[in-house]
T-cell receptor
Framework: EAQVTQNPRYLITVTGKKLTVTCSQNMNHEYMSWYRQDPGLGLRQIYYSMNVEVTDKGDVPEGYKVSRKEKRNFPLILESPSPNQTSLYFC????????????FGPGTRLTVL | AQKVTQAQTEISVVEKEDVTLDCVYETRDTTYYLFWYKQPPSGELVFLIRRNSFDEQNEISGRYSWNFQKSTSSFNFTITASQVVDSAVYFCALSVDSGGYQKVTFGTGTKLQVIP
C-alpha cells in the first residue's frame, strides 16, 4: 500500500530533550516536506527536500533540523525542543514538480512541557 | 512572497444547503498551482483538487465544484447539497516552482460544520 508513515504518533517530552520524528514514504517520491499545524494558523511549512541531500527552509524553520540521506526517509530533528514547538506535525511527499498533489502522513502530536 | 487567505474561519450550514468556501491567493510567479485539501475530524489530510495557473476552467466533481478566477486571484470551492460527511476543515494551498525553490503555502483553513 502506498503510504507515508510517521513515528511516533504521539509524544510528550520536556524542554531541551532532543527528539527525532521519523518520516518514510514507499512511493519513490522526490519531494518531501514537513509541516506544523496550529489552531488558527493552518499548516506552515518547516522544511522541504527536493531530493537526496537537497533540503531547503520553509516558512518556519527555526528550531528544527532535517536530513535526507535516503530518498524514502526525511526525519525531523528538534535539538532542543521548547514549549512553542508543541504542535501537530505532518510529513508529506509528492512525485516530481509543484503541480502534483502531496500525500500526507497521519500526523505526530508533540507536546513539549 | 506567497500568501493564501481563507477569510472564513468557521461556517455552519444545515444539511442540503449549498456552501462556498473562499480562497484568495497572492504570488508574483506566473506559473503556480492551487490545491484544496480536506481534513475530516479523524485528522488525515486528503487531496481534493489541483489547478494550474494556465487553466481557468471550472471543474465539477459530483457535489463539489471549483471556480478559479485569475482576475480576482481566487479559487473558491462550492459544495452543493451539503451532507454531514462534508464536515471537516478545508485547506487551500498554493505551490510554486521558482528560482530553485518549491515552497508550498497553505491557508489557515475553513472549518465547515454541516448540521443534520
Amino acid at each position: 500500500e502506498a503510504q507515508v508513515t510517521q513515528n511516533p504518533r504521539y509524544l510528550i517530552t520536556v524542554t531541551g530533550k532532543k527528539l527525532t520524528v521519523t518520516c518514510s514514504q514507499n512511493m519513490n517520491h522526490e519531494y518531501m516536506s514537513w509541516y506544523r499545524q496550529d489552531p488558527g494558523l493552518g499548516l506552515r511549512q518547516i522544511y522541504y527536500s527536493m531530493n537526496v541531500e537537497v533540503t531547503d527552509k520553509g516558512d518556519v524553520p527555526e528550531g528544527y533540523k532535517v536530513s535526507r540521506k535516503e530518498k524514502r526517509n526525511f526525519p525531523l530533528i528538534l535539538e532542543s525542543p521548547s514549549p512553542n514547538q508543541t504542535s501537530l506535525y505532518f510529513c508529506a511527499s509528492r512525485w516530481g514538480t509543484s503541480g502534483n498533489e502531496q500525500f500526507f502522513g497521519p500526523g505526530t502530536r508533540l507536546t513539549v512541557l | 512572497a506567497q500568501k493564501v487567505t481563507q477569510a472564513q474561519t468557521e461556517i455552519s450550514v444545515v444539511e442540503k444547503e449549498d456552501v462556498t468556501l473562499d480562497c484568495v491567493y497572492e504570488t508574483r510567479d506566473t506559473t503556480y498551482y492551487l490545491f484544496w485539501y480536506k481534513q475530516p475530524p479523524s485528522g488525515e489530510l486528503v487531496f481534493l483538487i489541483r489547478r494550474n495557473s494556465f487553466d481557468e476552467q471550472n471543474e465539477i466533481s459530483g457535489r463539489y465544484s471549483w471556480n478559479f478566477q485569475k482576475s480576482t486571484s481566487s479559487f473558491n470551492f462550492t459544495i452543493t447539497a451539503s451532507q454531514v460527511v462534508d464536515s471537516a476543515v478545508y485547506f487551500c494551498a498554493l505551490s510554486v516552482d521558482s528560482g530553485g525553490y518549491q515552497k508550498v503555502t497553505f491557508g489557515t483553513g475553513t472549518k465547515l460544520q454541516v448540521i443534520p
